[in-house]
């Protein structure tokens, strides 16, 4: 992704060595940590996430980070109440060892799904977790592309929201698609497909649909003209990819001449990448703020990095400059 007014990566060693800034990471997405660390120019911080034959989280901080600005990447991706543990532990042991502000990176911010109560004595856990976070010790959040932008009122603490629709249409400017039309899979996800179509200049169809149970979807009507175009579904979640999968089928039907589908965040789960692969979807476009093991992979599945988001953003915070420039 290309971004403005970066701070250049020349120099950037010495600069970020003066001012103690440190990065660490859990076990959830080691490998986006190593490639934020990579663009930075500095090492990974020493520390050391393990179990206990109980079960029980063991954290160990190797280096001293007394006085320093510490980013810990960490997303609460499946197994969701293990990186959360993780997450809360290193900040606990972070605080308690005089570093000067904590960030929590999270690519992807889990339990935000239950942001509201759809019925009675429903848990909002997406507050739960945005307390449990701030309980241990953090000074504020990162995160991208939150399921609901109402989240980052959940924190009382500074939260800086990253986009991924500007790293996925970068993507889609690149294939040359002639008449595309970018298609959202419910009313709820309308902002973010009128954002990727204002990138592409095209566009918006929207899929109306019902969830008669959870990770259950039911394509009711579509709004819009997709006869003879390409479609491209776009959500920032890929689940069970129930919803995609039927959102395709029926955009098929009614004429789309062929389908993509994106997301911000790779879950797939249970039975997503069977499904996936036996769709009609051309291709399937996704980020790396959910690690993507190898039995999760098919063919027409491509991941992009967010590493030079992340690594752009955590500059102008350590800097205290504007990270909202980025978008501009």
Known sequence: MQVKESSGKEGISLLLYTKKLKIFTGNANPELAEEIAAYLG???????????????????????????????????CPPANQNVMELLIMIDALKRASARRICAVLPYYGYARQDRKLKARDPITAKLLADLITAAGAHRV????????????????PVDHLLGV????????????????????????????????????????????????????????????????????????????????????????????????????????????????????????????IPVPPEKRFSRLKVLTVAPIFGESIIRIHEDLSVSKLFE
């Not at 990162?142 to 603490?157: N, P, S, T, V």
């Open 142 to 157: 990162l995160a991208m592309d939150l399921h609901a932008g109402q989240i980052q009122g959940f924190f009382d603490i």
């Open 42 to 76: 500095i090492e990974l911080g020493k520390s050391k996430v393990s179990y206990f034959s109980d079960g029980e989280i063991c954290v160990a901080i190797d280096e001293s980070v007394r006085g320093a600005d510490v980013f810990v990447i960490q997303p609460t």
């Open 166 to 289: 500007p790293i996925l249409a970068e993507y889609f400017q690149s294939l040359g698609i002639e008449d595309p039309i970018v298609v959202s899979p419910d009313v709820g996800g309308v902002a973010r497909a009128r954002d990727l179509a204002s990138r592409l200049e095209t566009t918006i169809a929207i899929v109306d649909k019902r969830r008669p149970q959870p990770n259950v979807a039911e394509v009711l009507h579509l709004v819009g003209d997709v006869k003879g175009r390409t479609a491209i579904l776009v959500d920032d979640i890929i689940d069970t990819a129930g919803t995609i999968v039927k959102a395709a089928e029926a955009l098929l039907e009614r004429g789309a001449k062929e389908v993509y589908a994106c997301c911000t965040h790779p879950v797939l789960s249970g039975p997503a990448r069977e499904r996936l692969e036996a769709s009609p979807l051309k291709e399937v476009v996704v980020t790396n703020t």
